[in-house]
C-alpha cells in the first residue's frame, strides 16, 4: 500500500489519504506552530469534513488543491479555525483561581498600590471560559469596583471561537460545574429566544478586551502584564517553539510576575527564567 492510500475498512463519505493529511497538517503547524502527530488523522477527517461537503467538492485532494489556488487566504484561515476549537469550561483547574483570590490579588494590592493598576493576559482564550473565570475572580476580588484600573487582554488565534467569546452567551451545559451562587451575581438568564442560555453580566465582560493573535507570530503587547494564563496550549508545540513562546512571555511579564500554565504541562528543560510555586503556577524571578 503507498502512501498515497488510505484505510478502505473507514467507511467514510470522502477519500482522504495520508498525503492530503501531510498536507493540511503542514499548513497547522507553520501557522499555529500546533505540532500534529500521526494519530490525529480522525480528527482532521472529521473537522475538514463539512468543510469539503460546503465547497462542494469530492475528495479531501480537491480540497488540498482549493487551498493551493486560494491566493486570498480565505481558506487556510478556515482551515486554521476548523482544527484549533479546543473545548475548556468555566473555572477549569479551580485551585489556580483559589490562588488568585488568595495569594497573588492581596500581593498585587500592595505591590502596584502607587499606580492601581492591573494586567492579565489570557493567550489561547478559546470560547472565553477562561478570560471570565479571571474577570469574575477579579470582581469578587473587589479590585473593580474600588478603583482600580483593570484590563484582561484575551487572545486565540481562532477567529471563530474568539467571536463566540466576545458575544458571552453560553449554553446551560457549558455553566453547569458553575455553583449556583456564582451563576446568580455575574450571569443574566436568558428569556424568549435565549430561553436555556446564560449571558455573562457587562461589569463582568467590560473588563475583557479580545483580540485575534497567533502565538507564532510578531507580537508584542501594549504594556508589561502582572499575570499571563497559557494553559493547555504550549503542550501541542516543539520543543524549539516552546522556548521561544516561554521566553518572549517572559520579557512581556513584569519583574515578579505570574504564569499559570496547563495541568500537564512544565518547563522543565523550557527555561530557567521561572520558578516553580504551586502547581503549574511559575513566577519570573527576579
Known sequence: MSSESVDMSLDREFVFTSADFKYLRT???????????????????????????????????????????DRSGAETVGLVNAITTNLTSFFREKY??????????????????????????SAGCSTGEEPYSIAVTVCESGLSTKGWDVRILATDVNSDVLAHAAEGVYSMERVDAVPERRLQRWFLKGKGNQLGRMRIKPEVGKLIDFAELNLISRWSLPEPVDIIFCRNVVIYFDQHA?????????????????????????LFRVSDRFELIGNTIYRKKH
Open 242 to 266: 516552546k522556548k521561544s513562546l516561554i521566553d518572549r512571555m517572559a520579557d512581556s511579564l513584569k519583574e515578579g510576575g505570574y504564569l499559570f500554565l496547563g495541568h500537564s504541562e512544565s
Open 96 to 121: 489556580h483561581f483559589e490562588y488568585l483570590t488568595e495569594t497573588v490579588f492581596p500581593e498585587l494590592i500592595g505591590t502596584n498600590s502607587s499606580n492601581r493598576r492591573l494586567r492579565i493576559w
Open 27 to 69: 499548513i497547522v503547524t507553520d501557522n499555529t506552530g500546533i505540532v500534529v502527530v500521526d494519530e490525529k488523522q480522525d480528527m482532521f477527517y472529521s473537522r475538514l469534513a463539512r468543510r469539503v461537503r460546503s465547497l462542494g467538492l469530492s475528495s479531501f485532494k480537491e480540497y488540498c488543491d482549493y487551498i493551493r489556488d
